[in-house]
């Protein structure tokens, strides 16, 4: 059985990290009313590589498939209405994305390099420095993404595009943003002794 009171913290520490990390009033997707200029050397990436790209306050996460194709994690409020694959496939705006996140629902899901980089510039395997971890081959990497599409539970501490993909690069599923979020929110230590 599941302990309320560590289930009630975890839901507002989520929403404070969502406060603190989104502009909830900003207008439409990221690159939704942008031009998408910007040019990706789609050559240059391997199947299994990790693509990252940056948002306003996070950084984004998918895993390079092959062939113009990007798995990643996406927190979507339509998963949860609908089940109709045309309207779920098209590219998440803001509004269904911050909804998601409140509504716990998301998709592992594949889209275009393009959809997926919303025009903003893409660094290739910096997690693997970064983490200082032992990545696994491409190959497995790939085939652990493709295993994992789908539906899925979303949390900004448990379980987010980061978790994803270090789950596929690496084994563990870990985030250093979300831990670096986590830390730098102060939390009234009773509240958490409780």
């Not at 998440?92 to 996140?101: D, F, M, Q, Y």
């Not at 390099?113 to 990545?135: Q, S, T």
């Not at 081959?137 to 599409?149: D, Q, T």
Request: charged fraction near 25%.
């Amino acid at each position: 059985m599941k302990n309320p009171m560590l289930e009630a913290v975890s839901l507002v520490l989520e929403k404070l990290l969502l406060i603190s990390n989104f502009k909830l009033f900003s207008s439409g997707a990221p690159g939704e009313d942008k031009a998408r200029n910007t040019f990706y050397e789609i050559n240059s990436f391997l199947r299994g590589d990790v693509l990252e790209v940056p948002r306003t306050h996070l950084t984004h996460y998918g895993i390079y498939l092959g062939d113009n194709r990007v798995a990643h994690m996406m927190p979507d409020i339509l998963l949860a209405l609908t089940e109709d694959k045309e309207l779920t496939q098209k590219v998440v705006s803001n509004k269904r994305l911050i909804l998601g996140v409140i509504g716990r629902v998301a998709s592992i899901r594949v889209d275009t390099v393009e959809d997926f980089a919303y025009g903003a510039d893409i660094l290739v395997n910096h997690l693997d420095r970064a983490l200082k971890k032992k990545a696994l081959l491409n190959e497995e990497v790939a085939r652990r993404a493709e295993k994992l599409l789908g539906m899925t539970p979303y949390s900004l501490l448990w379980n987010n595009c980061e978790h994803f993909v270090t789950y596929c690069r690496f084994g563990t599923a870990i985030s250093p943003q979300a831990d670096k979020g986590f830390s730098a929110q102060k939390f009234p230590c009773r509240l958490l002794n409780n």
